[in-house]
């Protein structure tokens, strides 16, 4: 007998949000609240933006509307996530913990 792996669909962008949100002890609301540039809040929104375009098929312009911002601030964060990546352990570890803790954890809501 053999299985069929069912392809996962990929989580909403909310769920990514709330995952993040939670992790960063900061209300989903804040996240979602347009161009606060406070660093308490534009590094947990940057996480969010950089898994949500990997971990999701949707555009820069989909996600720029569900953050309430412009797409190209969306492309600066996802960019400036993917540099710091490679130079900073400590996020790496935390956005690996975020991709498994939103696969684990999707559609709880």
């Given amino acids: 007998m053999s299985f069929v792996a069912i392809p996962q669909s990929p989580p909403r962008l909310i769920d990514i949000q709330l995952v993040v949100a939670e992790q960063f002890g900061i209300p989903l609301v804040a996240m979602r609240q347009g161009p606060e540039r406070r660093r308490r809040l534009t590094r947990p929104r940057q996480v969010a933006m950089y898994l949500c375009r990997h971990m999701t098929n949707r555009s820069y312009r989909e996600i720029g509307w569900q953050f309430k911002l ?8 996802v960019k400036s996530i993917d540099r710091n990546l490679a130079s900073d352990p400590e996020l790496a570890a935390m956005v690996d913990t975020l991709r498994n803790n939103i696969k684990t954890n999707r559609r709880r809501w």
């Fill in 70 to 77: 412009h797409h190209a601030t969306i492309i600066h964060g």
